[in-house]
């Protein structure tokens, strides 16, 4: 037998069989000749008693590892054995584990057929409540929130599922459009400190105020809006809306937070340190309410980022699904957008995912669901 300058214990490894079942070949061979072999058919005979060795021994090997693996489920149900294999097939052949885990092929198949049936029922049902959700909240949900608004329905799904099931059937959020430059820190008026330092936390409401405006693009031109956040609970707390971008605007959503909330002296007023906030009309309103100023740096648009953020999920989520003909038009999209279903109905991923008014009357969500 040629070995092409291997030894036997390494010929033995490459063909999967003992070092002894080779030496007997080999022995054959050497004593009877060519009258133990007389011609090319027993050589192909031999040849073919090697690779079903070779393949019976991987057959072994498979068994093994598959056991090695998967133990356990020795002692388990036939449904804990076919949900077994069917999360390893693309492993193992299923001839192969279904001999390890002693069940029949049929049964596996039957059982397969049986759980994508009921599958497919289970993912037609909850692709319904999916759809439902997510044009019920203005198709702005994502997974995460579909996720959490169906388990708030009783309905036991898992993240990934549903973000599959979106994927698959296009449903999807709109991203965010980049924000244009709006403040205008080229005046003389006086600079308030920098309070925050971007901690965008408070530990009660009215404690820390932001506040921002910014633009929305009508066929009648630009209408502009004004909001205070409480950063509290991430609730709009005031807002006006104009087709100027006067300090009578950033005013009177001051005006409508004060009157609604009535804060106590001491609250911290956060803004970039553009002209309206910096004015001495604006500053003076502060003033006479006991609130305390707070400015971001030059051009640094991360001090203010609760604002800015609620301006992009705004924009996201209503303006930009829109096209106004009219400004009035726009006036009331964004109040719905604002009053109806930000305010209290969106759920918000920093409040573990509730709503801002549910979560100032104290419906916080567990942070481990």
Known sequence: ????????????????????????????????????????GHQTELEEKLRRLERENEILRQERDILKKNGAYLRATAMMKYQCIFEHHQDYPVKRMCAAF??????????LKRETCQRAKANELLLHEIEQIFHEHRSVYGSPRIHVALRDQGMQCGRKRVARLMRLHGISARRRRSRVQTTNSEHSFPIAANLLNRNFTAETPDRVWVSDFTYVGTREGWLYLATVLDVYSRRVVGWSMSHERTEELVLAALQMAVTWRK????????????????????????????????????????????????????????????????????????????EEFYNRKRLHSALGYVSPLTFEEGGEREKSE
């Not at 070995?3 to 999967?16: H, N």
């Not at 002693?102 to 059982?111: L, N, P």
């Open 1 to 40: 037998m040629e070995t092409s300058g291997k030894s036997i214990a390494q010929l033995a490894r490459d063909l999967g069989v003992s070092d002894s079942a080779l030496h007997s070949w080999r022995k054959s061979i050497a004593h009877h000749g060519n009258q133990a072999f007389p011609g090319k």
């Open 263 to 338: 804060p106590a002296p001491g609250l911290i007023h956060h803004s970039d340190r553009g002209s309206q906030y910096a004015s001495l009309c604006y500053q003076s309103q502060l003033q006479r309410h006991g609130i305390v100023a707070s400015m971001s740096r030059k051009g640094d648009c991360y001090d203010n980022a609760l604002a800015e953020s609620f301006f992009a999920t705004l924009k996201a989520e209503c303006a930009d699904r829109q096209s106004y003909t009219t400004r009035i038009e726009a006036r009331q999209d964004l109040f719905l957008y604002i």
């Open 102 to 111: 002693s069940v029949s092929e049929s049964g596996y198949y039957a059982w």
